[in-house]
């Protein structure tokens, strides 16, 4: 196997982690956020708390992808190994899929806040 090949390849597979740590990371910390922000309202803004139950859906559905990403690197590793280089590949390609449908989920729990605080806010001026 060529040397820059494989050095390639290393590089991807580092890229490949660290991508799913980001997301791992990112969706965490935006669930840790908004659990502590409704335990914080819950008796006084039910109505507020309950609406922001959908982003949190959004949130866990993407640490769910990451989750099986996770795993989807180990398949892939193990195909390798075996030199089953089509599972792989179709492992490696469903792997990168979910990342960034767990980053798209990110996207759209963070646009359900933000459009949740434009409506509490519309009456009110800055």
Known sequence: MDTLYL?????GIEAGKNAIKMSF????????????????????????AIELFGSLIWFSSAILLVGISSGLVYITHICLGKDKLTYAKYSEIT??????????????????????????????SL
């Not at 050095?7 to 590089?11: G, N």
């Not at 979910?98 to 519309?122: D, H, P, R, V």
């Open 7 to 11: 050095e390639q390849y290393r590089a």
């Open 25 to 48: 990371f990112i969706n965490g910390g935006a669930i840790l956020s908004i659990l502590t922000f409704i335990g914080s309202i819950f008796n006084k803004e039910r109505v507020l």
């Open 95 to 124: 792997t990168i899929v979910f990342i960034c449908i767990s980053y798209i989920c990110f996207i759209i729990g963070g646009y359900n806040i933000y459009a949740i605080i434009l409506e509490l806010t519309a009456g009110t």
